[in-house]
């Protein structure tokens, strides 16, 4: 694969940005970078980062929505920030996943979340990709499980899915299992003892979308 025109130096701050089958943008996720070689970036997002994150235009999130109506009530973006854990990305340009290392706030590793997802590309201020809603949670010592199988199989009744895309999202799921099952990078304990770059202030938004 041929490498990425945009390429980002360590300690440089990118936005991932989430957008929708539709093209609007869902989420803005600002990332330190780690490393970046035009192929796989490495970025990090510590706990209590200012996020642009979305809710149901009722005000409701996601999870407060009951199923049926999480993937049918419209979505607008709202400022948020990043709870619970640190974490530590791996995004490989044309994969349909990105393996975040998750940290608890003492830095404590915990497991892996492995975010199944469309790729689209990068863009001068981040990586773009569509959220593929399913997902994969490794826990060291405990294998592999899939996560929100609901919300998917959900997302294709209404056509936030095609059944294309949910069969490829299922398939590179499967990869990552085996991946797991084999204890092979990137679950063979790799950056698991990670700790960012003290100088290193929180990555920020950018002021427009503040």
């Known amino acids: 694969m041929p490498e990425s025109d945009?390429?980002?130096?360590?300690?440089?701050?990118?936005?991932?940005?989430?957008?929708?089958?539709?093209?609007?943008?869902g989420q803005h996720h600002p990332l330190r970078v780690v490393s970046d070689d035009g192929q796989v970036?490495?970025?990090?997002?510590?706990?209590?980062?200012?996020?642009?994150?979305?809710?149901?235009?009722?005000?409701?999130?996601?999870?407060?929505?009951?199923?049926?109506?999480?993937?049918?009530?419209?979505?607008?973006?709202?400022?948020?920030t990043w709870r619970g854990t640190s974490t530590l990305r791996m995004i490989p340009e044309g994969r349909w996943s990105s393996v975040w290392w998750f940290f608890e706030p003492d830095g404590t590793f915990r497991d892996w979340y492995v975010n199944l997802e469309i790729p689209l590309g990068r863009t001068a201020s981040g990586p773009d990709r569509v959220d593929g809603v399913l997902d994969v949670v490794v826990t060291p010592g405990a294998g592999w499980?899939?996560?929100?199988?609901?919300?998917?199989?959900?997302?294709?009744?209404?056509?936030?899915?095609?059944?294309?895309?949910?069969?490829r999202l299922r398939a590179e799921g499967e990869r990552i299992g085996a991946l797991a099952d084999a204890g092979a990078f990137p679950f063979d304990g790799t950056h698991t003892d990670f700790r960012p770059d003290p100088s290193w202030?929180?990555?920020?938004?950018?002021?427009?979308?503040?």
Do not use: K, N, Y
């Not at 936005?15 to 539709?22: A, H, I, M, N, Q």
């Open 6 to 25: 945009h390429l980002w130096e360590p300690g440089e701050t990118v936005v991932e940005r989430f957008l929708r089958p539709d093209g609007s943008i």
């Open 41 to 80: 970036l490495f970025g990090w997002l510590p706990v209590g980062t200012p996020i642009v994150g979305s809710r149901l235009e009722d005000g409701r999130t996601m999870r407060e929505a009951p199923l049926q109506e999480r993937f049918r009530v419209p979505r607008v973006p709202v400022p948020d």
């Open 145 to 167: 499980r899939w996560d929100d199988e609901d919300e998917a199989e959900e997302a294709l009744a209404v056509g936030r899915l095609t059944a294309e895309q949910l069969d």
């Open 201 to 210: 202030p929180a990555p920020a938004l950018p002021a427009a979308l503040l």
